[in-house]
T-cell receptor, first 113, second 115 residues
Framework: DAGVTQSPTHLIKTRGQQVTLRCSPKSGHDTVSWYQQALGQGPQFIFQYYEEEERQRGNFPDRFSGHQFPNYSSELNVNALLLGDSALYLCASSLQTVGNTIYFGEGSWLTVV | AQSVTQLGSHVSVSEGALVLLRCNYS??????LFWYVQYPNQGLQLLLKYTSAATLVKGINGFEAEFKKSETSFHLTKPSAHMSDAAEYFC?????????????FGSGTQLTVLP
């Protein structure tokens, strides 16, 4: 049973560009969340998708957007990249029911130069 | 609003010694609490979680944590450290109600195990 898979694992972008990160949730999971983890810090919640809609959002600007597909996979898009967007982006999947275990992927390392 | 404070950004213990990583939380509603471990260049792995059942929670790799409401704490312990325990540990909190909620993480504690 595959866990949460993310792609790409590493990428480098130039300031001002746009990036798309992808996530496939653990089999059977219907909820996908995205987190940003800057170097030396704990992960910070970006947003959560369920039933193809954004259900919750953290304190991130509109440059951060996402999408969930009918097969529950998800994309995170970041426009107009800033140097400060350099971080590890983690995808987490779970069932919508509260209390269920949240599983994380290995993450996508984004470097903005 | 919820928050998590992890006391000590770096903790060093000798192999075989007790591991104690401290976590205090703030929550206006009953919380669910979690400990995650992150090895270098990897994602987060769940060690254990408290979801309002037993206050003493046992997790993987010999770790356990005790929920103490009066102290708003959820400290992580392991009786005997192993070299393979060296990693970064994150405490996290979510609301224990409604649909699946976001996790709020602490800033992490880097555990070093000395031979």
């Amino acid at each position: 049973d595959a866990g949460v898979t993310q792609s790409p694992t590493h990428l480098i972008k130039t300031r001002g560009q746009q990036v798309t990160l992808r996530c496939s949730p653990k089999s059977g999971h219907d909820t996908v969340s995205w987190y940003q983890q800057a170097l030396g810090q704990g992960p910070q919640f970006i947003f959560q998708y369920y039933e193809e809609e954004e259900r919750q959002r953290g304190n991130f600007p509109d440059r951060f957007s996402g999408h969930q597909f009918p097969n529950y996979s998800s994309e995170l898009n970041v426009n107009a990249l800033l140097l400060g967007d350099s971080a590890l982006y983690l995808c987490a999947s779970s069932l919508q029911t509260v209390g269920n275990t949240i599983y994380f992927g290995e993450g996508s390392w984004l470097t903005v130069v | 609003a919820q928050s998590v404070t992890q006391l000590g950004s770096h903790v060093s213990v000798s192999e075989g010694a007790l591991v104690l990583l401290r976590c205090n939380y703030s929550s206006s509603v009953p919380p669910y609490l979690f400990w995650y471990v992150q090895y270098p260049n990897q994602g987060l792995q769940l060690l254990l979680k408290y979801t309002s059942a037993a206050t003493l929670v046992k997790g993987i790799n010999g770790f356990e944590a005790e929920f103490k409401k009066s102290e708003t704490s959820f400290h992580l312990t392991k009786p005997s450290a192993h070299m393979s325990d060296a990693a970064e540990y994150f405490c996290a909190v979510s609301e224990a109600s409604g649909s699946a909620r976001q996790l709020t993480f602490g800033s992490g504690t880097q555990l070093t195990v000395l031979p």
